[in-house]
């Protein structure tokens, strides 16, 4: 089964669009990136899993998505779909690496869970988070900033990325620190930005960006060596889909 997509790409980017869903990410996600990071006391006596709290602020960007694909369903030219050009290269893509995870078996931080099922838990839970992000910036923004040149855009998105992260960098530190890790996390950002934008435009896929982002997060958290081993893997992996992933478009 496969998705098609367009290929006719307006010439001006609707700036109303981009700035709506930006505000609306940043006024959803900001208050409990807030709460988290600004009062952590009261934020872990919450009597609610974290993997809830985690999506409280990562579907900001995914509601400002829903909302303004509706909104401006007339003037966006969305290209970028939920399984892209190709539904079983987008699931073989995110799950083979889970599977090789699972062999081996890792906790992925779930210490009391076995280590072969964690990954896959994982692999649900934190696809869910993740998507709430991806919806927004790769799934709604690349293709509202199309008409900039790619690496301008990945750029761009890259910055605003880094800036709705909000108080994960500002909360806490001396003046300088803060300048100097937020210096930091938007130069890694826009290179991140880079990766993602380069995989979903070649894939039109969500599921490639989820699955990337998913990756780098696990291994920020840091873990076993059965992690690093099978990201090293499937970098290669991915790299071979991504270079021979088989478009169709078809013309409207």
């Not at 007339?74 to 889970?98: D, E, N, Q, R, W």
Request: hydrophobic share 50%; net charge neutral; glycine share 8%.
């Amino acid at each position: 089964m496969e998705e098609s997509i367009q290929t006719e790409q307006p010439k001006k980017v609707n700036w109303t669009s981009v700035i709506v869903y930006y505000v609306i990410a940043c006024a959803f996600s900001w208050p409990f990136f807030w709460w988290r990071d600004m009062h952590s006391e009261s934020w872990q006596q919450l009597g609610i899993p974290n993997f809830i709290k985690t999506w409280s602020y990562m579907w900001g960007p995914g509601v400002a998505a829903i909302i303004c694909l509706y909104v401006f369903k007339k003037s966006h030219h969305k290209t970028i779909t939920f399984f892209g050009t190709s539904v079983y290269k987008s699931l073989l893509f995110y799950f083979v690496p889970i599977l090789a995870l699972s062999i081996p078996g890792s906790s992925v931080g779930m210490d009391d869970i076995n280590p072969h099922l964690a990954p896959w838990i994982l692999g649900i839970l934190g696809f869910i988070s993740i998507l709430g992000e991806e919806l927004g910036w790769r799934g709604f923004l690349q293709d509202a900033l199309a008409p900039v040149k790619p690496v301008y855009r990945y750029m761009l998105i890259g910055a605003m990325w880094e800036l709705w992260h909000f108080t994960n960098r500002m909360g806490h530190g001396e003046l300088q620190q803060i300048v100097i890790r937020v210096a930091i996390m938007m130069a890694a950002c826009m290179v991140l930005s880079l990766i993602l934008g380069i995989a979903t435009d070649r894939s039109k896929s969500i599921m490639v960006a989820v699955t990337l982002h998913a990756w780098v997060d696990i291994l920020a958290d840091g873990g076993s060596p059965a992690i690093y081993i099978i990201f090293g893997l499937s970098v290669p992996f991915w790299f071979f889909m991504l270079r021979f992933w088989d478009k169709k478009i078809e013309v409207e």
